[in-house]
């Protein structure tokens, strides 16, 4: 089991800053990869971006240039550093890992941390 807890969201101001954080605790030797995603009023939950063990990073092209995920082994954390933002950011922010298991893989996520954005 991989337990994902999530902070920082929060309201601010159109172009404005916010910084999410994830602490995932549990098996977490079986992490393969973990990411962001979003779920705004309405639509269906979205990628924002993913990152993988090796490093390698997946952003979705609404939020090149602006977002900015990081990850600190040694806490069991990843961040997503948000600049520029937008009202249309504003959403549910899920983070999420991917754990390797022996039939494939399995999907955990946090509760979600609510960012509003206003014009």
């Known amino acids: 089991q991989v337990q994902l807890v999530e902070s920082g969201g929060g309201l601010v101001q159109a172009g404005g800053s916010l910084r999410l954080s994830c602490a995932a605790s549990?098996?977490?030797?079986?992490?393969?990869?973990m990411g962001w995603y979003r779920e705004a009023p309405g639509k269906q939950r979205e990628l924002v971006v993913s990152?993988?063990?090796?490093?390698?990073?997946n952003y979705a092209d609404s939020v090149k240039g602006r977002f900015t995920i990081s990850r600190d082994n040694a806490k069991n954390t990843v961040y997503l550093q948000m600049n520029s933002l937008r009202p249309e950011d504003t959403a549910v922010y899920y983070c999420n890992a991917v754990v390797g298991r022996y039939y494939g893989v399995d999907d955990y996520w946090g509760q979600g941390t609510q960012v509003t954005v206003s014009s």
């Open positions: 990152i993988t063990n090796g490093g390698s990073t």
């Open positions: 549990g098996t977490i030797v079986s992490i393969i990869g």
